[in-house]
């Protein structure tokens, strides 16, 4: 499986309620800001979920927009919605195995129609076939909403949680790579 989706994480069916309970209607209309919160706690239950291998809960609880652009945190060409058929998406659950995950809201910007989430993703996990390890990500989230439903528009991921010189940075817009371990 290409490594596009690799950072996105799973929840539960009670989160799923709460996201699908996220009215637009004047009668039902939460305020953007606890919209957010709400989002938030959903957000990371679908990821937790996705980490145990859970995909098909990860795709109830994060629904994505038809224009959804994925950056992916092993770089390359950003994805889109049309890159993930429902086959692809249950490969996810294969992907991951045994994880843990925890996530830092540092920021959550909202209006009527808009949630951007920026957080730290930090996941204890076997990824791809590799043995458990600890996975930190930067994570900014974009989400939108349609008729009631909070759907995910964009997800921008990478992995460096830790600062690096500007040595090390240019390097990497340069695109050189490290050498492999030997």
Sequence with gaps: MPATLRSFLLGS??????????????????????????????????????????????????????????MAPFGGKPSRYADYPPERIARMGEFFRNGRFSQQLL???????????????????EVGGLPVQDWGLRVTSVFKRDGTVWKLAHRHADPLTEDLSLDQAAKLARGERAPAAK
């Design 13 to 70: 069916g009670a989160a799923l309620v709460t996201l699908l309970t996220l009215r637009s209607g004047p009668a039902n209309a939460e305020p953007p800001a606890e919209a957010a919160v709400a989002l938030t706690d959903v957000y990371a239950k679908a990821n937790q979920a996705l980490m145990r291998g859970d995909a098909s809960t990860w795709s109830k609880l994060v629904p994505m927009t038809q224009d959804f652009v994925l």
């Design 107 to 125: 920021q959550a910007y909202s209006a009527e129609n808009l949630i951007v989430l920026v957080t730290i993703e930090r996941a204890n996990v």
